[in-house]
């Protein structure tokens, strides 16, 4: 957590100032993996396995046989102390996804079953139930079962906070529906330190009623929901949308990280019921970072995707409120429309939706002519307070702003989006976007905004107006890659001196699936135009991006494969590109592997060994450190010795070589070298064939 809270803060202290920030998650869920000391209870197929819960005692583990069913309604009984009871699967760690890597239902074969044969829970809780770990099983409910109300219920209507359940953790646990059946909840979260991680809930839907994957309302937390595959028709998340059975209380410190959160399109041609992809109506100090939101369209709803709108749902519950909520380097695509943030409850006594910051999103295809609906990016009404939104990246086909109510402290800077037809608008004010800031947005910041096919008369001043996106100047607008280029016009024009936009890499860092990276990286120079790229395979990848730079941190992506392998050819000789890959699949990218160097100055002697060091090797070298230095962003150096023809090579050249190259290695964010006799002294060290490949493999 903070480490996450971290990357964070990088991004609040690096925006505008004078904004009312919100605050982070205050508490937070610790996931690490329990070291087990008790005793071991094996329940086998036809076993009981709800003696064995009965029966388990803080710090033993129950193990269910794997790929064995388990019919029934089963309870997480209350257990005095604090040690963990692990309910697992018989098979080993190896026949599973490593900790803190995500199941699927590939693994299905490998996992007990735990299945409900009727409409109750196949796994509930009761008061005071705590200190359960669940790894490595399957939950759904029998075939022909018309509805089911939820898979797993932890926590339902305690009327205190100590019969709240507690420490509860779903690791790597796959939770599903059946394709032709109701099943309203995947897991219900009425509970406190709580989490969800690496786990996989799919076929959650119901006909005429909304349906999550995840849902809360009635729990303090903390609560950590972190690298999940998230399939529900209603809200895929969702907490609210019922009242607390304890006065006063606000699901809190909510952290929700590297999610997949996604609606078949299958489901456009379904009857279940559609509204969005995640959902605040009752919750405060929530972060919702590195996630990816796919799919979503108007039915139910009008196909908004994100939604921070305060409910006091069945009108009990007046301190109802959605506050501090940092909404950061997340992936949002494919939807008809993005973001709906309602001020306060316009059907039954609220609190005042407020601080809300939404920073470094990529929003792409928010589409009315794709999915339907208005292509809306931001939808603020009802009167929201000390709303954030900075550094963004969108394309979407309808309005960048709608209101209809005051909002005050609004700050919208440093975001890239299109203008379309009317841009900001409001109530009565729709073509005029003055009007809507100075009617809508009273006291508002507005600026280094790139609104493209704008009219900058018709907005404060220091924002920008380009005609096309081309001119904007992407890297590769028509390949996806909406990194800035060098040449652009908007490069470093934020009011932070950072581009204007989203921070793609922080979003592609953010948003890294739980593939691991690809290992034994290595780029090679294999001639003065060609490189040899090698990395190893990574399981559940199904293919490789790579990219390359000749100038540090100007990336392109120069081609996908399914393979281990990739071959660069048309290169420039003497020149210096830097390589780094990362695996894909369905869910996501993997993180990239460390970066690799290829100079593509060819040495003569290739083997050093027994060789008379040259003038000719320290000329070539210098070459190769230069293109280095270039690359690195990096002047040229200049050389004790010009020209080396007739002159005996000496340690000052080797010196010289060295810091130069040091100094290229880590601009580019390279390791150091260890030299063979790090001290140098004059007539004294004697220059061999070592320090020469070790120079060269620093280029290389």
């Known amino acids: 957590m903070r480490a996450c809270a971290a990357f964070v803060l990088a991004c609040i202290a690096t925006a505008a100032f004078g904004q009312n920030f919100p605050t982070l998650p205050q508490a937070s869920v610790d996931t690490t993996y329990p070291t087990m000391t008790g005793s071991t209870i094996s329940v086998a197929s036809g076993g009981d396995f709800q003696a064995a819960l009965n029966a388990a005692q803080p710090g033993d583990t129950i193990q269910l046989q794997a790929g064995a069913t388990f019919t029934g309604n089963f309870t997480l009984p209350s257990k005095s ?60 409910v029998a ?5 089911n109300y939820g898979a797993v219920t932890l926590g339902s209507d305690p009327q205190a906070l100590a019969d709240v359940p507690s420490y509860l953790i779903l690791d790597r646990v796959f939770i599903h529906g059946q394709p032709d059946a109701n099943l309203r909840r995947g897991v219900a979260l009425n509970s406190a330190y709580s989490a969800v991680i690496d786990s996989y809930i799919n076929e959650v839907h119901e006909v005429g009623a909304d349906s999550q994957a995840i849902a809360g309302w009635n729990g303090p937390g903390p609560f950590k929901i972190f690298d999940n595959y998230l399939e529900a028709a209603g809200e895929n998340t969702m907490f609210g949308g019922a009242d607390p059975s304890i006065t006063n209380l606000v699901p809190s410190d909510i952290e929700i990280r590297r999610n997949h959160y996604f609606k078949p ?58 506050q501090d909520v940092t909404f950061t380097h997340n992936i949002v695509r494919h ?42 990016l931001f939808q603020i009404v009802s009167g929201a307070a000390d709303v954030i939104i900075d550094h963004n990246t969108a394309f979407h ?41 100075n009617t809508y947005f009273p006291g508002y910041t507005f600026r280094r905004n790139i609104l493209q096919g704008g009219n900058s008369s018709n907005y404060p001043p220091d924002n920008f107006f380009p005609a096309t996106m081309a001119d904007v100047g992407f890297v590769d607008l028509a390949g996806g890659n909406y990194r800035l280029a060098a040449t652009s016009l908007y490069k470093n024009a934020g009011t932070d001196g950072r581009d204007v936009g989203a921070d793609i890499d922080s979003i592609a860092d953010g948003t ?113 450190v230069n293109a280095m230095r270039a690359a690195a962003g990096l002047t040229a150096a200049t050389f004790t010795d010009g020209a080396l023809g007739g002159i005996a ?24 070298i260890t030299y063979t006799d790090p001290v140098l002294t004059s007539r004294s060290t004697v220059i061999k064939a070592a320090h020469i490949s070790e120079l060269r493999a620093g280029t290389q």
Do not use: C
């Open 512 to 624: 890294a699936s739980s593939l691991n990276v690809p290992s034994a990286f290595s780029a090679t120079a294999t001639s003065a135009s060609s490189v040899s790229i090698n990395w190893g395979l990574v399981t559940g990848a199904t293919s490789y991006e790579i990219y390359r730079a000749a100038l540090v941190g100007v990336y392109e992506l120069i081609a996908t494969t399914a393979g281990g392998s990739f071959t660069d050819n048309g290169r420039v000789a003497d020149t210096t590109y830097i390589y780094k890959v990362r695996a894909l699949n369905s869910d996501g990218w993997s993180a990239f592997t460390p970066l690799d160097v290829a100079t593509t100055t060819i040495f003569t002697d290739t083997t050093l060994s027994g060789t008379v060091i040259k003038a000719v090797h320290f000329t070539q070298l210098r070459t190769a």
């Open 397 to 437: 086909d309808g309005d960048v702003i709608a209101a209809d109510s005051q909002n005050t402290g609004f700050f919208y800077t440093n975001n890239l989006t299109p203008n379309n037809v009317y841009g900001v608008g409001g109530d009565n004010y729709y073509g005029d976007p003055i009007g809507t800031l």
């Open 335 to 376: 939807v008809s429309a993005a973001v709906n943030i309602l001020g306060t409850d316009d059907l039954a006594p609220s609190q005042q939706t407020k601080r809300i910051f939404i920073s470094n999103n990529l929003f792409d295809d928010v589409s009315s002519v794709n999915w339907g609906g208005n292509g809306r």
């Open 143 to 147: 075939s022909g079962v018309p509805e």
């Open 265 to 322: 399109t299958s489901w456009m041609m379904a009857s279940w019921q559609v509204k969005n992809l995640f959902e605040l109506k009752n919750a405060q100090r929530v972060l919702v970072d590195g996630n990816v939101f796919e799919h979503n369209w108007p039915a139910a709803q009008q196909g908004l995707s994100i939604l921070f709108t305060v409910r006091n749902q069945d009108g009990t519950a007046p301190w109802s409120v959605v």
């Open 81 to 140: 102390g604090s040690g963990w009871i692990l309910v697992r699967t018989s098979a080993p760690d190896s026949s599973l996804p490593a900790v803190a890597h995500r199941i699927d239902p590939s693994y299905a074969a490998v996992l007990p079953k735990i299945v409900s044969p009727n409409s109750a829970p196949a796994i509930q809780t009761v008061a005071g139930t705590n200190h359960f770990r669940l790894v490595g099983l399957e939950i759904t």
């Open 649 to 672: 090579v000496k340690t000052t050249h080797l010196m010289e070589l060295r810091t130069n190259l040091d100094a290229a290695r880590a601009a580019i964010g390279l390791s150091s």
